[in-house]
């Protein structure tokens, strides 16, 4: 079987490039452009300060940028990665061109940053040849916008509440008065191992009511793994990492979603922060070196 590496002028997958010298194209994302017609150049810099134009196929764009393929070469990006200035400044380059495609209404499928085609034809051919597969992928999208949220909580604070709200606790803790140093060890192990299970039932039934709560407003949702280990009682804890796909229809219902009042019984010391719009990052699943 032919690999994609062996054809000629190969070149759609992270870090690919041309064959030999000349520019490769750096995408950024591909839009649909039947309804919202796109500028030839984007008014924006790119990653490395490159220009940001668009090539056209079959009612669709790719952004792209052109660039000396060695600087977006597989060992050229493991190199850079290390140097957090230059990841830095180009990845807020990549995402400064999406933030004016999204402001400007374009339904985007961002493409990962550090991705390369070998030139503008080839770019042509992958719009061309997958059309239905972007298409798909942007009527999933359309009208939407991802945000992003995180329920943390002060472990200390949450911690104190379920202690003193535990009966059966408060006696223990009472009764320790007179033990044995022995006993009284064994009694606070016990109090303290009462209190953690008590803290973490009520802090997930919490997190399972918000992202329940927002799922049903959001048009898709995704969920981000936490740190392990439990609450920390010296530091903020994430209950959850999560991204929502919002309908702009919908969007004033989200955030009243995220503030609604938590009901009797809550935790103090819990915190909610959105970020957003985004483009969909967490719901395309376009990898363009994939589809070569």
């Not at 060992?75 to 200035?85: G, Q, S, V």
């Not at 229809?249 to 103090?268: L, R």
Request: hydrophobic fraction near 40%; proline fraction near 7%; include cysteine.
């Amino acid at each position: 079987m032919e690999r994609d590496e062996d054809r000629p002028g190969a070149g759609a997958r992270n870090g690919g490039g041309s064959q030999g010298g000349g520019e490769a194209s750096y995408v950024y994302a591909v839009v649909e452009v039947r309804d919202v017609p796109i500028p030839e150049m984007l008014p924006c810099a790119g990653v490395i300060g490159a220009p940001v134009y668009a090539v056209a196929s079959q009612g669709l764009a790719a952004i792209v940028s052109p660039v000396a393929p060695e600087v977006f070469s597989a060992e050229a990006l493991e190199a850079k990665l290390h140097e957090l200035t230059w990841v830095a400044a180009n990845a807020m380059a990549h995402q400064e061109v999406l933030a004016w495609l999204l402001t400007r209404r374009y339904t985007i499928a961002p493409v990962r940053f550090g991705t390369l085609c070998s030139d503008p034809d080839h770019v042509r051919t992958v719009l061309t040849r997958h059309a239905q597969h972007f298409v798909q992928t942007l009527g999933r999208v359309e009208g939407a916008t991802e945000w992003g949220l995180k329920l943390s909580c002060d472990g200390h604070a949450v911690a104190e509440w379920a202690k003193s709200r535990n009966v059966q606790a408060g006696r223990m803790t009472g009764g320790v008065v007179g033990m044995s140093e022995g006993a009284a060890y064994f009694a606070h192990k016990q109090l303290e191992q009462r209190v953690r299970k008590e803290t973490a039932h009520l802090l997930g039934a919490h997190a399972r009511d918000l992202h329940t709560r927002l799922s049903s407003v959001a048009r898709a949702a995704v969920t981000h793994p936490v740190p392990a280990g439990g609450v920390r009682r010296d530091g903020p804890t994430v209950l959850l990492h999560a991204a929502y796909l919002v309908a702009d229809a919908s969007v004033e219902a989200f955030h009243a979603a995220v503030c609604t009042k938590p009901g009797p019984g809550a935790p103090p010391g819990i915190t909610c922060e959105t970020t957003g719009p985004w483009p969909p990052y967490n719901f395309v699943n376009t990898v363009l070196e994939e589809l070569g």
